[in-house]
């Protein structure tokens, strides 16, 4: 599987669990499983990871829109982000930038 991360996510909110407690959150591919997530992060950035949780967004009921022309269907699009707790080393995310 090519591209199981896909993005790290840079929020105020990300930002802060990072700085305050190692925690880092990614935007990982739908179909990795924690074991995948663990050494890619391992191998990309040359960390010790501690912990991985993941969370899925999106795919459920599509949203409907009465329309001039009709009614519109969309569904959200599926996303999965993991946040991984590093327990030995520092990631830096801005170093790419």
């Known amino acids: 599987m090519n591209n199981i991360i896909k993005k790290p996510i840079l929020t105020e909110k990300a930002t802060f669990d990072s700085e305050a407690n190692d925690r880092f959150a990614f935007v990982v591919d739908v179909n990795a499983n924690k074991i995948q997530i663990k050494n890619e992060i391992e191998r990309i950035y040359g960390v010790t990871v501690g912990k991985v949780r993941t969370m899925r967004?999106?795919?459920?009921?599509?949203?409907?829109?009465?329309?001039?022309?009709?009614?519109?269907e969309q569904r959200i699009p599926l996303w999965k982000?993991?946040?991984?707790?590093?327990?030995?080393?520092?990631?830096?995310?801005y170093e790419n930038i």
């Open 81 to 93: 982000k993991a946040v991984v707790t590093v327990a030995e080393g520092e990631i830096n995310l």
């Open 57 to 72: 967004y999106g795919g459920g009921k599509a949203k409907r829109k009465y329309t001039a022309k009709g009614i519109a």
